[in-house]
């Protein structure tokens, strides 16, 4: 018996055949179909049409017109066509009001910076809305396109291609084949210029596919005798330490906006400049001090020379150095190491300073994620109001994870540098530290395990980009005219078919709706019908969550 055809084409009716569907105006009617659907319009008629002057309404079709046009077309073309037309004008505008805000409102106060004029076909925003919108629409296309193909190389009539072309007919009778095939839409990223936007799409999907696929071999018994202590904490030492040494080492490979966050928070290891220090002399910028406490990684940590000591010695600091004078000169003559007098001039011990930094850098924190949390949480009021004490007290815990993690991190990565002074020789790991450093801060993620998953990808996708760009910087690697785009495609195969196999383990409902809206299904989620309940991953193990 041939297969059942999973999008059959739309039956004919009685409507598709009288001339009362095609008495519309063909510019109109083609307007129509590609614009609008017959329900969406039949709500526009309802709420506004009718409500409209007489004269509008007698021009505008009824919508028992708009329902007969749209029953004598293959009107799955016509929503793939209008579904990309909508996601390029929204995105167009959404880019143009982001162009607004960022050089209207962010800029005031600032000197306006210098655009170079490019020509529409070249500009940037309408590329990447119309990479986007061919992305949808090519995916929606042949993801039916190889659906109907396995459909009929299922049936009777293809036994003989099959008998023939076992291994042709084997890929494209699979069941991963439409998902795998509709993939191929994701070459449409490389009409938007390879930039950086282009490349954190591809790090992202390709990222977002590796946690999927996991998820899925876990959800079919591949890790059972996992610890409870197993979770993707553990890829947040490594990002950590990588992150660090490109800060210190290779800054222009670095997220600016990351580094920011870091050495905003850093309040006793990067000393300021005093507000009674003359203005007429330098002090060294924050930059200045990490590119300080880099030399002095390739000059194997020298031993720090009190001028205090010292008086006739006219040059206790090596050449390279003399720019971080004003903070070293100072400090406290019992500092034996450089870099020590470097990050704390007043204080001897390493330890107090390390305790100072903690009670210092906390409340700062707790604030800005007791706000970040709290407006991520709106969305989920209704849960608050049902059961206030239960929503609050998961609130409550982890703001104080997250913080307690994010203090714990950036104090442990600066005061490991004491430690591996005082414990370490000079020339061993001089440079190799700053990762070991940065992996003994990234242990902290432990205490966020719970619900910190979202923050360590994030880190972990930054950590890709950087080393990818340390890499090429150093002669590592070579890039590939196109490389992203592949990654990309690559990626979104891999969520194709994780989805198609195993929709759990594509984590979060916005997600899979959205990969049910790029096949074309609508905008559901699949897992929503499944006996009303879903499946939550949380860090090793899963509960259940009725919706």
């Not at 195993?502 to 499944?530: H, I, P, S, T």
Request: aromatic fraction near 10%.
């Amino acid at each position: 018996m041939p297969a059942a055809e999973p999008y059959p084409s739309p039956p004919s009716s009685p409507d598709s055949s009288s001339p009362e569907a095609f008495k519309v105006d063909p510019v109109l009617r083609n307007a129509l179909r590609y614009t609008i659907s017959a329900k969406e319009y039949q709500t526009l008629h309802k709420y506004l049409i009718n409500r409209s002057p007489a004269a509008l309404r007698k021009c505008a079709p009824s919508p028992d017109k708009v329902s007969a046009i749209s029953r004598a077309s293959n009107d799955h073309n016509a929503a793939a066509i209008r579904a990309s037309l909508r996601v390029f004008l929204a995105s167009q505008t959404g880019l143009q009001v982001w162009d607004l805000i960022t050089t209207r409102l962010l800029s005031r106060g600032s000197p306006p910076k210098a655009k170079a004029k490019t020509s529409i076909l070249r500009s940037p925003n309408l590329r990447l809305s119309l990479s986007l919108s061919l992305i949808l629409y090519l995916h929606r296309v042949l993801f039916r396109f190889f659906t109907r193909l396995r459909s009929n190389l299922l049936s009777k009539d293809a036994a003989p291609f099959r008998r023939r072309n076992p291994r042709i007919a084997g890929s494209l009778t699979s069941r991963l084949a439409p998902a795998v095939g509709a993939s191929l839409a994701g070459f449409a990223l490389g009409v938007y210029p390879a930039d950086q936007l282009r490349l954190t799409i591809a790090i992202y999907v390709s990222t977002r596919a590796a946690e999927f696929a996991y998820n899925a071999l876990d959800n079919e018994g591949w890790f059972p005798n996992k610890p409870r202590w197993w979770g993707s904490w553990m890829l947040m030492p490594l990002a950590t330490g990588q992150l660090l040494h490109a800060f210190v080492f290779d800054r222009d490979c670095f997220p600016k906006a990351y580094g920011d966050f870091i050495l905003s928070h850093t309040p006793n290891y990067l000393q300021r400049r005093p507000r009674s220090y003359p203005s007429a002399l330098s002090w060294p910028e924050p930059h200045t001090i990490v590119d300080s406490l880099a030399e002095m990684s390739r000059l194997h940590w020298p031993p720090f020379v009190s001028p205090i000591l010292y008086p006739n010695n006219h040059s206790p600091l090596p050449s390279t150095l003399a720019s971080i004078s004003p903070i070293t000169d100072p400090a406290h003559p019992s500092i034996p190491h450089l870099s020590c007098a470097l990050l704390h001039p007043g204080n001897p011990s390493c330890s107090s300073t390390f305790l100072t930094y903690i009670l210092a850098a906390s409340p700062p924190l707790l604030k800005f994620f007791t706000l970040i949390y709290t407006l991520f949480s709106l969305p989920r009021w209704k849960a608050y109001l049902s059961s206030p004490s239960q929503e609050l007290n998961g609130l409550a815990k982890r703001i104080l994870r997250t913080t307690l993690f994010i203090t714990m991190a950036i104090g442990s990565s600066w005061g490991s540098i004491c430690l591996f002074a005082n414990l370490l020789p000079r020339a061993f790991l001089p440079t190799q530290r700053w990762f070991l450093g940065g992996f003994l801060g990234g242990l902290w993620a432990f205490v966020d395990r719970k619900g910190g998953r979202s923050n360590f990808l994030y880190s972990v996708r930054l950590s890709v980009d950087s080393a990818w760009k340390v890499g090429r910087k150093r002669g590592w690697w070579k890039g590939v005219r196109g490389g992203d785009v592949g990654v990309f495609v690559a990626g979104l195969m891999l969520v194709n078919a994780v989805y198609e196999r195993d929709a759990a383990a594509v984590q979060g409902g916005m997600l899979r709706k959205g990969l049910g809206f790029l096949r074309g299904e609508g905008f559901v989620d699949r897992l929503a019908g499944r006996e009303g309940v879903g499946r939550e991953k949380v860090e090793g193990k899963e509960t259940v969550k009725e919706r």
